[in-house]
């Protein structure tokens, strides 16, 4: 048998050392936020005159607690949140490329950035989705109905191809009437020029309450044209950072389905029902692969409450959007909301 030469054994170990280096995942963020405890939060504001891609509305309360979650899940309950705000994807994306934030909060979960090889997404957060707003005194009950009535929404955009599409595969007859601003469309609305008002429900919630004083004459049909989820999205470099966002996600969503609120997560440090033991650190390293506390999940549930309470209090029945849960309603109720095992 041949001995290896010295320079030989020399190269072999240097190469493992690199490999072994080189395989470990970049934690950059997450060594930020130790040494600030501060987390930047960037929100598309989605200005819609500035993107012809996303037609959601401005959701910054929902996407402010969402990165209020993550940021004391990782530092615990002294945690500060930065926001910043972008006119739309492009430039908050650039934004998170260049570190000047850490993360985005609710971005389109599409094709086009899923294939971005910079950046990656989360599980969806939320499920936005073109809709239709009508006048509550109408008769108009489905989308089906406004067959012959003229449809406002602004033109050259996803919403306007979604809608053509939808009325073209029911072979109904599609009125449109298309607006370059903003401002001017919801205008034509609100005058009677139109009978319906089509757009991404946050959007259409959105314009709903500048409405003022008239908001109540207008409803948001159930019924929905097609799907448009939203995510967080995080540098690609930061895959520890990533799986934080993660599991903060489904702990949010896993105290939802257990019962566990801001209010009572301290009594329920004593169940004995396994999902919450696990959630709360009592039964199950839920902390040391993450490189967290054990009472990371309790301490973020207690600063923002379950899923549930979060979007109750800033896009449900307790905001000023009133949307209906609707797909974001959890999985034994109907909805695509649930959380991954913890085990």
């Given at each position: 048998m041949r001995r290896a030469l010295p320079g030989t054994l020399l190269l072999l170990a240097l190469c493992s050392f690199k490999?072994?280096?080189?395989?470990?995942?970049?934690?950059?963020?997450?060594?930020?936020?130790?040494?600030?405890?501060?987390?930047?939060?960037?929100?598309?504001?989605?200005?819609?005159?500035?993107?012809?891609?996303?037609?959601?509305?401005?959701?910054?309360?929902?996407?402010?607690?969402?990165?209020?979650?993550?940021?004391?899940?990782?530092?615990?309950?002294?945690?500060?949140?930065?926001?910043?705000g972008y006119p739309d994807d492009q430039t908050s994306l650039a934004a998170l490329r260049s570190g000047e934030i850490d993360v985005v909060a609710s971005i389109s979960a599409d094709f086009t950035h899923s294939t971005d090889a910079s950046i990656q997404l989360t599980r969806p957060v939320l499920y936005d989705s073109v809709g239709v707003m009508v006048?509550?005194?109408?008769?108009?009950?489905?989308?089906?109905?406004?067959?012959?009535?003229?449809?406002?929404?602004?033109?050259?955009?996803e919403v306007e191809v979604m809608l053509r599409t939808w009325f073209e595969k029911?072979?109904?007859?599609?009125?449109?009437?298309?607006?370059?601003?903003?401002?001017?469309?919801?205008?034509?609305?609100?005058?009677?020029?139109?009978?319906?008002?089509?757009?991404?429900?946050?959007?259409?919630?959105?314009?709903?309450?500048?409405?003022?004083?008239?908001?109540?004459?207008?409803?948001?049909?159930?019924?929905?044209?097609?799907?448009?989820?939203?995510?967080?999205?995080?540098?690609?470099?930061?895959?520890?950072?990533?799986?934080?966002?993660?599991?903060t996600i489904n702990a949010l969503i896993q105290a939802e389905e257990s019962g566990v609120t801001a209010s009572n997560v301290e009594s329920m440090q004593s169940s004995h029902d396994p999902a919450i033991a696990r959630l709360l650190g009592k039964s199950h390293e839920v902390g040391r692969p993450l490189g967290l506390d054990e009472n990371w999940a309790a301490h973020t549930i207690q600063a923002v409450g379950n899923y549930g309470e979060i979007f109750a209090r800033d896009l449900g029945p307790n905001s000023q959007l009133k949307i209906p849960r609707g797909q974001n309603e959890l999985w034994d109720k109907g909805g695509l909301m649930y959380a991954l095992p913890l085990k």
């Amino acid at each position: 048998m041949r001995r290896a030469l010295p320079g030989t054994l020399l190269l072999l170990a240097l190469c493992s050392f690199k490999c072994a280096f080189a395989t470990q995942p970049t934690d950059a963020t997450l060594d930020r936020l130790h040494k600030t405890s501060t987390l930047v939060c960037g929100i598309d504001q989605n200005e819609a005159e500035f993107s012809t891609t996303d037609d959601h509305g401005s959701i910054v309360d929902f996407d402010r607690e969402l990165c209020k979650a993550a940021a004391v899940a990782v530092i615990g309950r002294d945690a500060k949140v930065v926001i910043k705000g972008y006119p739309d994807d492009q430039t908050s994306l650039a934004a998170l490329r260049s570190g000047e934030i850490d993360v985005v909060a609710s971005i389109s979960a599409d094709f086009t950035h899923s294939t971005d090889a910079s950046i990656q997404l989360t599980r969806p957060v939320l499920y936005d989705s073109v809709g239709v707003m009508v006048p509550t005194v109408s008769n108009i009950a489905t989308p089906s109905d406004l067959s012959g009535h003229k449809i406002c929404f602004l033109a050259e955009t996803e919403v306007e191809v979604m809608l053509r599409t939808w009325f073209e595969k029911r072979h109904l007859d599609f009125i449109p009437f298309p607006f370059q601003e903003e401002g001017e469309m919801e205008a034509a609305y609100v005058t009677g020029n139109c009978t319906g008002l089509a757009g991404d429900i946050t959007r259409l919630a959105t314009s709903r309450v500048s409405f003022g004083a008239q908001a109540n004459k207008y409803k948001l049909l159930p019924e929905i044209l097609s799907k448009d989820p939203l995510a967080l999205a995080y540098r690609s470099s930061d895959a520890q950072w990533g799986r934080v966002l993660e599991w903060t996600i489904n702990a949010l969503i896993q105290a939802e389905e257990s019962g566990v609120t801001a209010s009572n997560v301290e009594s329920m440090q004593s169940s004995h029902d396994p999902a919450i033991a696990r959630l709360l650190g009592k039964s199950h390293e839920v902390g040391r692969p993450l490189g967290l506390d054990e009472n990371w999940a309790a301490h973020t549930i207690q600063a923002v409450g379950n899923y549930g309470e979060i979007f109750a209090r800033d896009l449900g029945p307790n905001s000023q959007l009133k949307i209906p849960r609707g797909q974001n309603e959890l999985w034994d109720k109907g909805g695509l909301m649930y959380a991954l095992p913890l085990k």
